[in-house]
Antibody
Framework: QVQLQESGPGLVKPSQTLSLTCTVS??????????WSWIRQPPGKGLEWIGY???????YYNPSLKSRVTISVDTSKNQFSLKLSSVTAADTAVYYC?????????WGQGTTVTVSS | DIQMTQSPSSLSASVGDRVTITCRAS??????LAWYQQKPGKVPKLLIY???TLQSGVPSRFSGSGSGTDFTLTISSLQPEDVATYYC?????????FGPGTKVDIK
């Protein structure tokens, strides 16, 4: 069965770029049936959808983050990645990757990213 | 962009009670709506997609209904393990916005 695992630094300095990778196992990211999304959840708050990428490379970003977000895919490694630039304390959150075909049926365990100097 | 709202923001009910959560979209989204359950400290779990289709393995006490702009999630008989925050999400088109969540606990 498909599993997702986020990886990346847990601490990022203000104004720097947050970089995370989601590794997909048990299935191919190139299957063409799914969108691959990033979602985040600030401490004590709700879920915020960041954006998605299709295996072909097409993307869509949340308009509220669009100017700072880049999502990319590496089909050879079965991974997709998130970059969020110019981070501030407001970007401190648990970041999840997820597979979606309509609803998001498979999620990673989440990784906590703290923005602090 | 389409906004998603949920009501109530929190509720407290007794074991065995019927619980209903409402989700409203600011524009019609047909039946492109999902519901998630997130227990404290855990990863969100897909409960329902296409407004009313139960995800595999989800207990039958959960059900969803609605189309267009108004949707409901119903727990027919609340169980202690249902203590969680419940989120709706639209996916008719991006952005795939989540509702603000409804926190459910036991009275």
């Amino acid at each position: 069965q498909v599993q997702l695992q986020e990886s990346g630094p847990g601490l990022v300095k203000p104004s720097q770029t947050l970089s995370l990778t989601c590794t997909v196992s048990g299935g191919s990211i190139s299957s063409g049936d799914y969108y691959w999304s990033w979602i985040r959840q600030p401490p004590g708050k709700g879920l915020e959808w960041i954006g998605y990428i299709y295996y072909s490379g097409s993307t869509y970003y949340n308009p509220s983050l669009k100017s700072r977000v880049t999502i990319s895919v590496d089909t050879s490694k079965n991974q997709f990645s998130l970059k969020l630039s110019s981070v501030t304390a407001a970007d401190t959150a648990v970041y999840y990757c997820a597979r979606s075909i309509g609803g998001m049926d498979v999620w990673g365990q989440g990784t906590t990213v703290t923005v602090s100097s | 962009d389409i906004q998603m709202t949920q009501s109530p923001s929190s509720l407290s009910a007794s074991v065995g009670d019927r619980v209903t959560i409402t989700c409203r979209a600011s524009q019609g989204i047909s039946n492109y709506l999902a519901w998630y359950q997130q227990k404290p400290g855990k990863v969100p779990k897909l409960l329902i997609y296409a407004a009313s289709t139960l995800q595999s393995g989800v207990p039958s006490r959960f059900s969803g209904s609605g189309s267009g702009t108004d949707f409901t999630l119903t727990i027919s008989s609340l169980q202690p393990e249902d203590v969680a925050t419940y989120y709706c999400q639209k996916y008719n088109s991006a952005p795939f916005t989540f509702g603000p969540g409804t926190k459910v606990d036991i009275k």
